[in-house]
């Protein structure tokens, strides 16, 4: 199971950072995603991380404003979030596969609320 925390409620231009634990699996041998979905809106992948952080990917839109990290002695990989636009208010998920670039995730974790409003 995994477990995102972080979100909040920021002013545009702000800043968080989201987290990603497990506590049954260890998070570095494992391709880390994390999704988005706003309101009314398809569900997002924004970011993603293969094992051991060999490479990372970003949707457009976010490129030079996330990135994503990881700590291995935490077992946690994090979303630094910079420069939050409107538009990126949305319940956050982080996702886990075995597979280096998965069609599909095999865990998810429940979201966690990002809200960006002045």
């Known amino acids: 199971q995994l477990v995102e925390s972080g979100g909040a409620l920021v002013q545009p231009g702000g800043s968080l950072r989201l987290s990603c634990t497990a506590s049954?699996?260890?998070?570095?041998?494992?391709?880390i995603g994390w999704f988005r979905r706003a309101p009314g809106k398809e569900r997002e992948g924004v970011a993603c991380s293969t094992g051991r952080g060999v490479n990372s990917n970003y949707t457009d839109s976010v490129k030079g404003r996330f990135t994503i990290s990881r700590d291995n002695a935490k077992n946690t990989v994090y979303l630094q979030m910079n420069s939050l636009k409107l538009e990126d208010a949305a319940v956050y998920y982080c996702a886990a596969s075995l597979r280096k670039y998965p069609s599909e995730y095999d865990y998810w974790g429940q979201g966690t609320q990002v809200t960006v409003s002045s």
């Open positions: 049954q699996y260890t998070l570095n041998y494992y391709t």
